[in-house]
């Protein structure tokens, strides 16, 4: 069965961090692009970041220096890490094999004081 699970969310105060991660199973990461997309509440998914089998990165721009996407192709597991986060960053965070058409089931944060 292939399946990306992701995890790691929860609720923080603003300023906190996060690091979440996506393990898959059934399926080989690493020879695909990966990516994180979030979806807030009343809003349309939009991607976050993308990192390509080569480890080469991408970010929204927004988010830069703030969030970190990486890989461990020996764990089979796609990570990110966020930092200095806002009330504006509370959403339902999914990672996603690019091209692949294949999501987590997300994992939800909350930032709130």
């Known amino acids: 069965q292939v399946q990306l699970v992701e995890s790691g969310g929860g609720s923080v105060q603003p300023g906190g961090s996060l690091r979440l991660s996506c393990t898959a199973s059934?399926?080989?990461?690493?020879?695909?692009?990966l990516a994180w997309y979030r979806q807030a509440p009343g809003k349309q998914r939009r991607v976050l970041a993308r990192?390509?089998?080569?480890?080469?990165?991408e970010y929204e721009d927004a988010l830069k220096g703030r969030f970190t996407i990486s890989r461990d192709d020996a764990k089979n597991i796609l990570y990110l890490q966020m930092n200095n986060l806002t009330p504006e960053d509370t959403a339902v965070y999914f990672c996603?094999?690019?091209?692949?058409?294949?999501w987590g089931q997300g994992t939800q944060v909350t930032v709130s004081a």
């Open positions: 990192i390509a089998k080569s480890g080469e990165t």
């Open positions: 996603k094999v690019e091209y692949d058409q294949l």
């Open positions: 059934g399926i080989d990461l690493r020879l695909k692009t």
